[in-house]
């Protein structure tokens, strides 16, 4: 059928080499000829409009004089199989690029795309190296899709983030397949499920456990992945084997922006990086209680129109043969200057340390907690409680979880709290350029086998209002209550800092629903639900001076 200038052909077979059959929406030039081919694989339904027109738009490509194929993966909707997430993408893409380079509209040059689940399609397809992929641009991605969500109870585990995809974008089509779809049963659950991710314990799920005992969600959750399954899918350490060019984007506020960076640092191929103000859900500039200029439209330091047309650019270098109009291989945008920035790589700037300073008294940002510049020579501690049936919430950064939105937003009334430690620097005389990877050495102990830290950075206005910018989470075996230095990273951004602007460092022992809660028993509530009130220990000064090392420009 014909829509526009474009010809759509439904539910194309792609018959893999054991026989399961793929099924694609093909959208085509009008005109006779061949031409290159641009592949989506994901298994969030094809002829979601999401994925032809709002990610970027599908009759653009098209115009520009590509094949754009939108291919369900194995197991899900119009596809045939079982679905298991990620462990078939590697040799599936092979053969669903090969596939593609050989049908009568193409030239046989190949290019893959897409974000999220659709960039680890392309990477584990690139890892393959089918002869005909020519280029791929993954966006706000993860090679190692498990990373955050394997490992014993010594290791933080993000599964707030992993309840909510499953429940929210996977378990309606398993139902169906398996003509289990009760459409009340699975409403129920996700109208309710901000509630039900705070139920514990995590590894017996009652929304999962109603609707699909059999999922693979419990083999993650009760750690039933084996090391062959896990070394199968896991693909930093394939990326530096591969030369197909890499068009990486990433979003300030995406909750996958550390595993799109470490994949591009890995990445051995020639590449480019983008990053914007963009959070998972949209790359229009808003981002929470704040919104940033030229960040969907006249985009880089060369205004390219949006991410469609930045992605066309890249294809036509790489299957066209075409100049790259496009300066320089990194663009960053300098969130305050509401402007981006090009450069050679990913810029390495100078860096200054804040020390923690407090005489005990540091909870609540009424407390006396301190950045400063230089330590003091006493050591000194401020108890830090963790409550696990009132713990601290997530809110704002990276997040990705059902009834949490990513951003900037103020979070004063979190630091209100006494279960939260506040440390603060003088306002800044002049303006600077927060630029790279923020990161702690916190001095720490814990009563219990297991320590966990939440670590928070927000930027504080002259009228006393704290805008969240980043957080991390995380976990590290103690023993015997001995003091350790926890070596962390917090997050990466390009934030520019106002005079009189204040950088501010919490730290708590919880960001639920996010991550597992320490119930203070050497367990968590990924496997258990009970637990007690405990105090750790944060250490400031002296052989024990936690810092935050910031790297910043001067303007």
């Known amino acids: 059928m014909k829509a526009h200038n474009l010809l759509i052909d439904k539910n194309i077979i792609c018959e893999l080499s054991d026989g399961t059959i793929l099924r694609s929406d093909v959208y085509r030039p009008t005109e006779a000829g061949e031409f290159p081919v641009l592949m989506l694989r ?70 893959l795309f897409g974000m999220s689940y659709h960039g680890y399609t392309q990477l584990a397809a690139a890892v393959e190296q089918p002869p005909s992929l020519k280029a791929i641009a993954p966006v706000m991605t993860m090679a190692d899709p498990f990373g955050d969500m394997i490992g014993n109870e010594s290791t933080p585990h993000a599964i707030g983030k992993f309840e909510t995809w499953v429940l929210g974008s996977i378990i309606e089509d398993q139902l169906k397949r398996k003509n289990q779809l009760d459409d009340l049963q699975l409403n129920h659950y996700l109208e309710h499920i901000t509630e039900y991710l705070h139920e ?9 456990k109603d609707l699909d005992p059999d999922s693979f969600f419990f083999d993650v959750m009760q750690g039933r992945l084996d090391d062959h399954f896990i070394e199968r899918v896991q693909l930093e350490s394939q990326l530096r084997d591969v030369d197909i060019p890499a068009l990486f984007m990433g979003g300030w506020f995406d909750a996958l922006l550390s595993q799109t960076l470490q994949a591009y640092k890995a990445y051995h191929g020639e590449k480019m990086l983008w990053i914007g103000p963009w959070t998972h859900e949209q790359m229009t500039g808003h981002a929470g209680e704040k919104f940033f200029e030229v960040a969907a439209k006249n985009i880089g330091v060369d205004q390219i129109t949006d991410p469609t047309e930045v992605h066309i650019q890249w294809f036509d270098k790489w299957l066209k043969d075409k100049p790259l109009y496009i300066q320089k291989p990194v663009q960053l945008y300098l969130m305050g200057q509401q402007k981006w920035a090009a450069y050679e790589e990913f810029p390495i700037v100078k860096q200054q340390e804040y020390f923690l300073e407090s005489n005990g008294k540091s909870q609540t940002s009424a407390g006396d907690g301190k950045l400063v510049s230089i330590p003091s020579c006493q050591v000194t501690e401020s108890s830090l409680t963790l409550d696990p049936y009132n713990p601290v919430p997530t809110r704002g950064g990276g997040s990705l979880i059902a009834g949490v939105d990513s951003g900037i937003f103020d979070i004063n009334d979190l630091h209100e709290r006494n279960d ?11 303006d600077i350029q927060l630029l790279g990877t923020l990161k702690a050495e916190i001095w720490c102990s814990s ?19 704290a805008w969240v910018l980043m957080h991390s989470f995380h976990r590290e075996k103690v023993i015997d209550s001995h003091p350790i230095c926890l070596l962390a990273e917090i997050g990466t951004t390009a934030y520019t800092l106002p005079k009189g602007h204040q950088i501010r ?8 629903p996010l991550y597992d809660i320490n119930l203070n028993n050497d367990k968590t509530t990924k496997t258990h639900k009970d637990g007690v009130v405990a105090n750790e220990t944060i250490y400031h ?4 001076a936690s810092k935050i090392i910031v790297p910043f420009t001067m303007i």
């Open 42 to 111: 994901l298994p969030y339904n094809k002829e979601t409009p999401r994925y032809y027109n709002e990610y970027l738009e599908v009759p653009r490509m098209v115009e520009a004089g590509y094949v754009v194929i939108l291919q369900d993966v194995r197991g899900r909707y119009a596809s045939d199989g079982e679905f298991y997430p990620f462990v078939h993408e590697g040799k599936d893409g092979y053969e669903a690029v090969e596939w593609a380079a050989r049908l009568p509209f193409s030239n046989g040059k190949v290019g």
């Open 200 to 208: 514990a314990p995590a590894s017996q799920w009652s929304p999962m």
């Open 420 to 430: 939260v430690l506040v440390y603060t620097t003088k306002p800044i005389s002049n």
């Open 447 to 465: 009563p219990t086998s297991l320590c966990d830290i939440s670590l928070r950075i927000a930027d504080v206005d002259p009228s006393g209002r």
């Open 505 to 512: 460092l919490d730290i708590a022992a919880s960001n639920a």
């Open 541 to 544: 000064g002296g052989k024990m």
